[in-house]
């Protein structure tokens, strides 16, 4: 808990000015140009550690400071930086100086002002006014370069500044000292303590008549006192304040500032409406924050003295305020407030506000009360501490709400007292579309008890008189509905060779020319001698064979769309399919290619289905004598397929001699003079082509087989692609006979399964075998 504490005498200031001027020196010679604003918390501490282990005297300290070319303002400002950051300093131990009240701080931490109160566990509405200081980007810290005020009365510390000018130039910057009083050159010490500077201009004007004859008499010689550097005062809040204590502060300081610097009334007990100031021991102003908060009125907000003591007491009444109010919170009332005065400074109602009355939850000895409070009683009703005020919402219904929906050329909802009746809605609505169905309007209608009902009208005979108009009533919801409504989507579509097949809206007299147009036209191979409808079977089925559900019409038609004249009469009904048949010899282009040692290589097309792959050769020229048929590949949708060439050109009748189809790649390569051998040998190499070498020869120049190679596996890819195995028999291994462009392949042996028993295992392997053995032999003796 805090609590104030008095110290013994220390020096005025002694230890905080030297923090202060000593951060000033060495900010200046460091060669930075900073400011007292843009210094960081950081810096100042640490340059406040330095000056603690200096041992100069307060005198030496300022004048050091002020030959570094820093004014009393800048000192000022620096010590309120050094308070704001590490707190006043302890001043004990040190002699001969006034006793001084300072805040003592508890031993843990003060936890943010929090801008609500909490009752329980639940957090009520924020405390109006609570946040004006708890605001962090807000500050109310006083002008120092304003014209001095007036009124302003000069005190111990103030300097002065005494300009002479005209035919004599000097200036004084006299400080008023702990007495009261500041000298001049020779003359005698002049008294300004508690003078305004009005005041002191004469009193200093009239004294320096003795060195400056004619002074401001008009003899050519003029003097003006102003207010250089302003001191500082000592303030003390007391009571329901958030960090009470004893703050130092300017002497321009209002009443704001202190409320500022101390965290303001405290959200939980404080006042916001009762603020005193006491000077002498008299009460000498009351502040009303909420004057300021709702009026901007700040009269009341004095410049403090001296000594001032700032009381704020606890909260006499507050209430609650929810709801549909511009601003909820807790507010503080005075006595002989009404109800209408809290929902101004609350903003008053929201625009969905019900505002025919306020429901108030009112504490009682025991419990609570449910009370109303009507509009007629608002402005005189007094609220009393701890009620709870709520304004309800508008209920989400419109009292006089009819609703036409449906073919009608302006639907929506419209007020019942000017369309009592139906007839009198639907001119309302501008009038029945033309495809309204007369016979039959709901109206769908809540009944007394809210459940729903439904009306039907005969709109035909109400809208000819044949029947009396039908009244309506509140939220009746009128539907008219289309004729389209009561039939199910018509379409016709069309398939087959068009360049947009798909499904149409079916309109009257739609032909077969006008629904090719509708998709696009005819596609390139379309043939317009075979087109064919297929007709749904309705009630209509005279010619019709039993058992047949699809009637299916032909015809033709040019290809500009002109019917036939026994044709032209033929319009389409609902949901008719109409087939575009394709001419039987339409077909794209399909491409083949043939690249490498050919006559003409290049993109042949097929001319006829029965076209071979010795057709493709015929075409393009025939093979150059550099042509290797053994290497020749047949590529057909990407994979390889392996062809002899040789026996295709000997035997064009062979089954080798495929069709060729869209796509495919024949490639003849150079003939190659090289054999590749990969895979378990101990040099991997590509070594020439000899028809005296064998198979085992290529293998022993790549260096033999590794201990890792599978031998029985060996197999060679020819150049064609084609794989040739290895034949084994006996142990004998059978290898392929060398070619041209081959590639010798030897794989790697699999590693060795682990088939190996464990000891578990084995023990449980022997019991079986133990345990059969005995039964087979008890069986044998049974038949012995």
């Known amino acids: ?161 005494i300009a002479i000018f005209g035919n004599a130039q000097q200036t004084y910057r006299p400080r008023v000292s702990p007495e009261g009083s500041i000298r001049i050159e020779n003359l005698a010490p002049i008294y300004v303590s508690g003078l305004t500077i009005e005041q002191a201009e004469q009193r200093i004007v009239g004294r320096l008549r003795t060195l400056f004859q004619g002074l401001n008499n008009g003899g050519g010689i003029g003097a003006q006192v102003t207010l250089g550097s302003v001191r500082s005062i000592s303030v003390t809040l007391l009571g329901q304040i958030v960090r009470p204590g004893t703050y130092t502060l300017s002497s321009l300081a209002s009443v704001f500032n202190a409320l500022y610097a101390a965290g303001g009334p405290s959200p939980d ?72 005065q809290l929902l101004t400074m609350a903003g008053g109602f929201t625009d969905q506000a019900y505002t025919a009355s306020v429901s108030l939850l009112r504490n009682t000895a025991t419990g609570k009360q449910l009370l109303t409070i009507p509009a007629n009683e608002i402005d005189t009703f007094t609220p009393k501490a701890g009620d709870q005020l709520t304004v309800g919402s508008l209920l989400n219904r419109v009292e006089n709400k009819v609703t036409i929906k449906g073919a009608v050329f302006r639907p929506g909802d419209f007020a019942l007292t000017q369309n009592p009746t139906l007839t009198q809605l639907i001119r309302t609505a501008e009038g029945l579309r033309e495809d309204a169905f007369l016979n039959r309007a709901t109206i769908r209608r809540l009944r007394d008890n809210l459940d729903p009902e439904l009306i039907s009208v005969d709109l035909g005979n109400v809208l000819r008189g044949q029947r009396p108009d039908m009244p309506l009533k509140r939220d009746d919801v009128v539907d008219i509905i289309s004729v389209g409504q009561l039939r199910q989507t018509r379409t016709v579509s069309i398939l087959g060779a068009v360049n947009q097949p798909g499904s149409f809206p079916f309109v009257d007299s739609l032909t077969v020319a006008n629904l090719i147009v509708l998709a696009g036209g005819f596609t390139d191979g379309a043939i317009s001698a075979r087109l064919e409808i297929a007709r749904r079977v309705g009630a209509d089925t005279s010619g019709i064979p039993t058992g047949q559900n699809t009637q299916l019409l032909s015809f033709s038609i040019d290809r500009h769309l002109r019917l036939n004249p026994a044709d032209a009469q033929l ?33 042949y097309a097929i001319r006829t289905s029965t076209d071979r792959i010795a057709d493709l050769i015929g075409r393009a020229g025939g093979l150059k004598p550099d042509a290797d048929l053994l290497s020749a590949r047949f590529t057909r949708r990407g994979e390889v397929v392996s062809v002899a060439i040789q026996r295709i050109l000997n035997n064009p009748s062979d089954v080798a001699n495929l069709l060729l189809e869209d796509g495919d790649t024949l490639t003849i390569p150079r003939r190659t003079e090289l054999v590749q051998v990969r895979g378990e040998v101990l040099n991997p190499a590509t070594v020439g082509f000899d028809p005296a070498k064998s198979f085992r020869k290529y293998i022993s120049e790549a260096g033999g087989f ?48 682990q088939n190996r028993l464990s000891a578990t295992e084995r023990a449980a392997l022997l019991t079986v075998i133990s345990s059969g053995a005995a039964v087979v032999l008890s069986v044998i003796r049974l038949f012995l």
Do not use: W
């Open 1 to 161: 808990m805090k609590r104030i504490t008095i110290h013994p005498p220390v020096p005025s200031h002694f230890l905080l000015i030297v923090r202060l001027v000593l951060l000033l020196v060495c900010l200046t010679s460091s060669g930075r140009a900073q400011t007292a604003e843009s210094l960081t918390p950081d810096q100042i501490r640490q340059f406040v550690q330095q000056a603690q282990a200096s041992g100069m005297t307060e005198s030496q300290t300022e004048q050091l400071a002020r030959s570094r070319g820093f004014t009393d303002a800048d000192i000022t400002r620096m010590r309120q930086r050094i308070q704001e950051t590490v707190g006043t300093p302890n001043r004990q131990g040190s002699p001969s100086a006034p006793a001084v009240v300072t805040r003592e701080q508890p031993p843990t931490p003060t936890p943010p002002v929090a801008a609500t109160i909490h009752s329980g566990t639940s957090p009520l509405p924020t405390v109006f006014g609570a946040s004006l200081f708890s605001n962090a980007s807000l500050s109310f810290e006083p002008n120092l370069r304003i014209p001095t005020p007036r009124n302003y009365q000069l005190g111990p510390d103030d300097e002065l500044v």
């Open 269 to 340: 007990r404080g006042s916001f409406r009762d603020v005193r100031v006491y000077r002498a021991n008299r009460l000498v102003k009351t502040l009303d924050i909420y004057d300021f908060l709702l009026r901007a009125d700040q009269s009341a907000n004095i410049r403090l003295h001296d000594q001032d003591i700032i009381f704020v007491d606890h909260y006499d009444t507050r209430v609650e305020l929810t709801g549909q109010v511009r601003q909820p919170g807790l507010y503080e009332a005075r006595r002989g407030e009404t109800l209408r």
């Open 571 to 603: 319009v389409l009904r609902p949901y008719d399919q109409v087939f575009v048949r394709t001419s039987p010899r339409y077909e794209a282009q399909k491409d083949v290619v043939a690249v490498g040692e050919l006559v003409y290589p290049g993109s």
């Open 706 to 753: 590794t201990s890792k190679a599978q031998r029985r596996k060996v197999y060679a890819i020819r150049a064609n692609g084609k794989i040739v195995s290895t034949r084994s028999f006996l142990g004998l291994h059978r290898y392929p006979t060398p070619e041209r462009g081959m590639t010798v392949v030897i794989p790697t042996e699999p590693p060795k399964e």
